[in-house]
């Protein structure tokens, strides 16, 4: 059976959420290309990488201490030429936050080439009361 280049790049968004989820750094550069183009607009200002391990290190640097990391929903399409992957967690450190992140990628032989990333920020979660 011939997998079909759509088909590779849904795989490979689906990879990389299911491997920040699980927090493996190794797995989650793999879904990178060597020499990705990784772009991420964050409250903190834009950060670029231009390899797959300093792009991955950026997403270790904001999920890598979370000693709880719940996904909460995730999706991943095709639009057109790129693959959007979108996903929001819930994330524990010192307190509970949820972070949603959302990327354009362009994916060749299964692996993202360039990921174009915009971050909500890790925001405290508040408890719903009462009205």
Known sequence: ??????????????????????????DLAGCLDPKVQFRAVTPKGF??????????????KWF??????????????????????????????DQWYIVEQQAYCTVHDGQIMVMDLLCSGFRPEVPEGPS
Not at 1 to 25: H, P
Not at 77 to 88: S, T
């Open 64 to 93: 890598g201490d979370a000693d709880q990391l719940a996904l909460q929903s995730s999706d991943v399409e095709l639009m057109h030429d790129r693959l959007r992957v979108a996903y929001r967690f819930r994330e524990h450190e």
């Open 47 to 60: 950060r670029t990488a231009d390899d797959r391990a300093a792009a991955a290190g950026y997403l270790r």
């Open 1 to 26: 059976m011939v997998t079909s280049e759509r088909d590779l790049s849904l795989d490979v968004g689906r990879r990389f959420i299911a491997a920040l989820e699980r927090q493996s750094w190794d």
